[in-house]
C-alpha cells in the first residue's frame, strides 16, 4: 500500500566533565556514554536540563523527576532531581519507575507495524476485518437525542495510528458522557473489563467524524492494542515483552509493575492550589482535563485491573524508554536486534503532506508520533524531530537530524503548563548541540 506522504554551579572543565561522565555510569544500567564535548555536546548547556527541573522542583511545581540526553548512541545526561515520594522523603534516582502514559502509543505503533512487515495485516485494512463489531461505524450528530448517520467508510489501521479514526475520550464534550455511561474510559484507572471486552464496548459507540476527515486525540491506540492481540495470538502485555522490551534490554518496562519493583515506582501528584499534592494509593478521583477523567494511580499494580491500555498503559525507566528511542533513531534497530526496516521507520517518523497538526502545536500526526516540520522558525536541530508526551508529565523528542534523544520524566497530572515545561526541555537539548 501507499501511506500517504552550572552557570552560577560552575566548576572547572576537568571536575565537571568527570563529574558528568561519573554521573551516568553510577547509574549502573549498562548505558553506553560519553563525555558530551566527545560527541558535540555542551557539558555546561546539557547540565540545564536538569537544573531547570530542579527549579520546577524549588517552585513546588513538581516533586522531582529524571533527565536524560543521548547523541550518537552515547549517554551525556543522566540525573535525578528532587524526591519519588516527597511525603515520604525519599530521593529520586535515575532508576525510577514512571507511570509514561501515552509514551505507551509510539511501542504500540511500532508493534503494529511489525506485525505489517511480518505481512499479517495491512495498513489499509478494516478494523472490523480483526474487531468485527467495528464493522458500519456511525457519526455522532446529536446526542440528546441520540442521532447519528451511517459513516462514509469503514476506520482503517491507518485511520488508528493517525488518530483520524473519529474515535475520542471520556473528555470529549460530545462522545464522552455516552463512554462514561458505556463504562468506557482510557486506562487511567483500574478496570476488570479487559482489552478485548473493553474494545468491543467502544466499538459500537457513535464516532465523531467519518474516518479520514479530520484528527482527533482518541482511544485510537487502545484499539490497536487488540488488534495486536487478535493477529498475534497473544496478549498485548506479552507481544511487548517479548517482542520489544526483551530484544532492546528494557527490563523496566511493564504495564503491570512487579512486587519486587514497585518500590522503585514513583508517588503521582495532582495540581493543587499553586501546588501539588500526593494521591493517594487507592484514591480515585474524576480529574477534569478538558472533561471529567476517571484517574487513579493504581492501575499499574491493583490486582482489580485487567485493562491493558495500549494507548496509556505502561511504565518505563528513562533508560528504558531511551533504548527504545535509540532504536528508532538507528532506524529499527538496536541491541543488536532488527525490530522494524529502515524505510518503515522512515514511514512513520516523516512528516508527509497531508499529515494532521495535533492539538494546537506545531507538530504534524505521523504513525504514533507528532513531527515539527522542517522550516523556518524551527530549531534547525528540531527540525523534523519526533516526539510524544504523557499524561502523568513525561515526555521524549527524537532528532534524526542532530541524532540526540532527550527524555524527561516526572509524575503530574496535567496542570495547563507542563507542554511549555517539554518545549523547554527540547530546546535546551537542541541548544546543547555544539557540532
Known sequence: MTVPKLGPYRLTWAIFLVGSFCEVQLAGQDLPTAKPEDVGVSSTKVEELSTFMQSLVDQGKIAGGVTMM?????????????????????????????????????????????????GKLDLDDPVSKYIPEFKNPQVLITADPLKTVPAKREITILDLLTHT?????????????????????????????????????????????????RWNYSMSTDVLGRVVE????????????????????????????????????????????????????????????????????????????????????????ASDYWRFCQMLLNGGESNNTRLLRPETVRT?????????????MPDRMRLGVGILPDKEGVHDQLRG???????????????????????????????????????????????????
Request: glycine letters at 8%; proline letters at 6%; a positive charge.
Open 70 to 118: 543521548a547523541r550518537h548512541g552515547k549517554v551525556v545526561h543522566l540525573k535525578a532531581v528532587g524526591m519519588a515520594d516527597r511525603e515520604e522523603k525519599k530521593p529520586m534516582q535515575t532508576d525510577a519507575i514512571f507511570r509514561i502514559a501515552s509514551m505507551t502509543k509510539p511501542i504500540t505503533s511500532v508493534a503494529i507495524l511489525m506485525l505489517w512487515e511480518d
Open 165 to 213: 479514526s473519529g474515535l475520542s475520550f471520556n473528555s470529549d464534550n460530545k462522545l464522552g458522557p455516552i463512554y462514561e455511561k458505556n463504562g468506557i474510559h482510557c486506562g487511567l484507572s483500574p478496570s476488570q473489563l479487559n482489552l478485548k471486552e473493553l474494545m468491543k464496548k467502544l466499538a459500537v459507540m457513535p464516532i465523531l467524524f467519518h474516518p479520514g476527515d
Open 230 to 317: 487478535v493477529v498475534s495470538g497473544v496478549t498485548l502485555d506479552r507481544f511487548v515483552e517479548s517482542r520489544i522490551c526483551h530484544p532492546l534490554g528494557m527490563n523496566d518496562t511493564f504495564f503491570m509493575v512487579p512486587p519486587e519493583k514497585r518500590h522503585r515506582l514513583v508517588a503521582a501528584y495532582l495540581p493543587a492550589g499553586d501546588g501539588i499534592r500526593k494521591m493517594g494509593i487507592n484514591e480515585t478521583i474524576t480529574f477534569d482535563a478538558g472533561g471529567p477523567v476517571p484517574l487513579s494511580c493504581n492501575y499499574c499494580f491493583a490486582e482489580s485491573n485487567s485493562y491493558l491500555s495500549g494507548g496509556g498503559g505502561l511504565c518505563s525507566t
Open 348 to 360: 512513520m517518523t516523516t512528516s508527509q503532506p497531508g499529515d494532521w497538526q495535533c492539538f494546537n
Open 385 to 435: 524531530a519526533y516526539a510524544w508526551s504523557g499524561f502523568w508529565s513525561t515526555s521524549f523528542r527524537i532528532s534524526p537530524r542532530g541524532k540526540w534523544v532527550v527524555i524527561a520524566l516526572s509524575q503530574l497530572a496535567p496542570n495547563g503548563v507542563a507542554p511549555q515545561w517539554f518545549v523547554r526541555y527540547e530546546t535546551l537539548a537542541a541548544e546543547a548541540i555544539e557540532r
